[in-house]
């Protein structure tokens, strides 16, 4: 992976711990998160002005994977309000983001029959896995199965699986934005808000008519356009890092450097409690995640 790449990842790693923090704080609600991404979308929309003659020629293939990413994007965003209006920060968004580890290096191999990661790679990706599962232990000698079948946990796994899918959706996507002759740069500042606007094609039927909730009023005004902001800043840097990369894979399992940072800000903002597993788990994951990044 080129230090770009790294560079890249490791800044929204920072904006994608941010916006879950403000989530957590401002809303357990999806239409916070439908807001959320309504104004961040308004705030980037003038990208699609330099690309708009490159997208407009782009295949029907490309549409396709968009409507389907809008709706792992739709599932993703509904798990993750679902599960913060359960659990705490410092559990729900590090299993939220460890699980997608190991679930898109398996749908790229029954999806493409092959794989480009190193036995190095699969080790770390393992260790972040493993460390996940210490996230919701007080005690080691509590440990039992029911701690990972609440009902926060639950929510969690719909929004990993969904991060899985989205993630190797938009990688297919982006490649094949670049094969009709579009830069990393255009491709991804142009593909994240048609995916939001995509997102929100899928999202606001659920909201009305799925969940009965009001679009009416905005959650609060501020923190929702700041989040809605990181939320696509925090996706365009991933989507050029993707174009950057052998295999999403990588820029899946790198990412989880955000995870001790929202842990972190778990404990130190928001007064959760962390418990003695909690931080051999980490210990754990930030060792698979140097593996990864080798």
Known sequence: MTPTAIGLILVSALLHAGWNLIGKRTAQTVRFYAWAMGLGMLV????????WTDISRLP?????????????????????????????LNIVYPLARALPVLIVPLVVFLSYGQSQLMTQDLVGMALIMLGSLALPLSRWRDWHWRDYSTPAIRWVLLAACATAGYSVLDSAAIQLMKQQGMSAFAAGSSFVVLQAAACLLWMLPLIRWGLGESLRAVPDFGWTLLAGSFIIGTYLLILVSMSMVSEVSYVVALRQVSIPLGVLIGVFWLRESISLPRLQGLGVMLLGLVLVSL
Do not use: V
């Open 60 to 88: 029907a293939d490309f549409w396709y994977l968009l409507l389907a990413s809008g709706l792992c994007q739709t599932l993703y965003m509904t798990g993750l309000a679902k599960a913060y209006g359960r659990g705490n």
């Open 44 to 51: 980037f929309s003038p990208l699609l002005l330099l690309t």
